[in-house]
């Protein structure tokens, strides 16, 4: 499995560096100075004399993420913010562990394709293209999922054990727009009439799903 997931890696790396969604890097390195507190379109570059091993390595991604929460998910980056060395390389990962019934709930990545790698278990994955058609897919161990960038997709554990997944993006930072707490979590609130009417409910239903999708205290 070791083997495996390092040509997964690679492939992520050889498909992704051709194909990045963020500009391309002007130097060698431009470790991302996180506490310089300029806004630019990324990260400035901390001097290249200061960078270091630790720019560039995450342990992160080593252990399964605690999925006692709402969606029985919880998504650990190893992006820009994680791991500095990141910035302009237009690469980035995820690991993604879902408790037995978990689910990694609709959204979308506004600045990157995702390419997922089932560690362990075996999810119900799928996308839905602008034509609204649904592609989706059971796939286990070993197997290999891509949603295309922008598109609404989710991942669903249907099973009686845990499962895990690696996932790639062609992004450094590839955000992520959770559909639901965009829509009933937002902050302000998005007004209870635009949601009744576009759900065709009524204001009690939104009422109960803001309850439900609300940060914990």
């Not at 990260?43 to 004399?49: E, I, P, Q």
């Not at 560039?56 to 650990?76: D, I, M, Q, R, Y």
């Amino acid at each position: 499995m070791a083997a495996l997931l390092a040509l997964l890696v690679l492939a992520f790396a050889m498909v992704f560096g051709n194909s990045a969604a963020d500009p391309d890097l002007l130097q060698d390195i431009c470790v991302a100075d996180l506490a310089a507190g300029v806004k630019v379109n990324g990260f400035v570059c901390k001097d290249a004399a200061n960078a270091t091993a630790e720019d560039f390595f995450t342990a992160g991604l080593a252990k399964p993420g605690l999925t006692n929460n709402t969606f029985g998910s919880l998504v650990t980056a190893a992006n820009v913010l994680k791991v500095p060395g990141l910035n302009t390389l237009g690469v980035s990962l995820a690991r993604i562990d879902y408790a037995p019934g978990g689910i990694n709930p609709p959204h979308t990545h506004p600045r990157a394709t995702e390419i997922v790698f089932v560690l362990e278990g075996e999810l119900d994955v799928g996308f839905i293209t602008t034509a609204n058609k649904l592609i989706s897919k059971t796939i286990k161990k070993g197997e290999v999922f891509v949603f295309p960038k922008g598109l609404v997709h989710f991942q669903k554990n249907k099973g009686k054990v845990p499962a895990a997944v690696i996932a790639g993006f062609n992004s450094q930072l590839q955000g992520t727009v959770n559909i639901a707490l965009t829509l009933f979590a937002a902050t302000p609130d998005v007004p209870d009439h635009v949601l009744t009417q576009t759900f065709q409910v009524g204001t009690k239903e939104v009422e109960k799903i803001k309850s439900r999708l609300a940060p914990k205290a």
